[in-house]
């Protein structure tokens, strides 16, 4: 079962940002989707398996 969790990111501001993010939490095991907001500074990251928040912020890093 998927599961979707939102998380607010300082600094997307543009497309270039928002990719760099994208890539790095794609590759993180059970991450099926990522989804970034840049007028929000939101990232969506939806996970078929459990993902912890330290692995999701460490990728965003």
């Known amino acids: 079962m998927a599961t979707n969790s939102t998380y ?3 600094g997307i ?3 270039s940002c928002a990719s ?3 890539d790095h939490v794609e590759q993180i095991d059970g991450v099926t ?3 970034v907001d840049t007028s929000t500074g939101s990232l969506m990251v939806t996970t078929d ?3 912890t928040d330290d692995a999701v912020h460490t990728a965003i890093k």
């Open 8 to 10: 607010t990111v300082s």
């Open 20 to 22: 760099k993010v994208t």
């Open 33 to 35: 989707d990522v989804a």
């Open 49 to 51: 398996a459990p993902v």
């Open 13 to 15: 501001t543009c497309g």
